[in-house]
């Protein structure tokens, strides 16, 4: 069975820098575009960043961008989260999302991970 698993969240003080994780595990047949969202509390889940199959391209919401950095390594099916600069308001759980064929035979289904807390202390 194909889950996203994430790691590397924690607390960190405004300013620095935290690298959370993301792994597909369940031998995916393929892995498409990786992304990352995150959820304050009362508040919905909004879009961080994205990345196409290959890396090439990414996307980043203006409020993340410049400070953020997603990236991916295709041999081992993650995704993973540069922040630097952080910010009190880039507290969150922060989710990752992957769009998986789990086997030749199925569909392409879009996969969330359990989520990660992310607290940035001022």
Do not use: H
Not at 2 to 20: C, K, N, T, W
Not at 52 to 62: H, K, N, R, V
């Amino acid at each position: 069975q194909v889950q996203l698993v994430e790691s590397g969240g924690g607390l960190v003080q405004a300013g620095g820098s935290l690298r959370p994780s993301c792994s597909a595990f369940g031998r995916p047949f393929r892995v498409f575009a990786m992304g990352w969202f995150r959820q304050a509390p009362g508040k919905e889940r909004e879009f961080v960043a994205r990345i196409c199959p290959s890396g090439i391209y990414t996307d980043y919401s203006d409020s993340v961008k410049g400070r953020f950095t997603i990236s991916r390594d295709n041999t081992k099916n993650m995704v993973y989260l540069q922040m630097n600069s952080l910010k009190p308001e880039d507290t969150a759980v922060y989710y990752c999302n992957a769009e998986i064929i789990r086997s030749s035979w199925s569909p392409l289904y879009d996969y969330w991970g359990q989520g990660t807390q992310v607290t940035v202390s001022s």
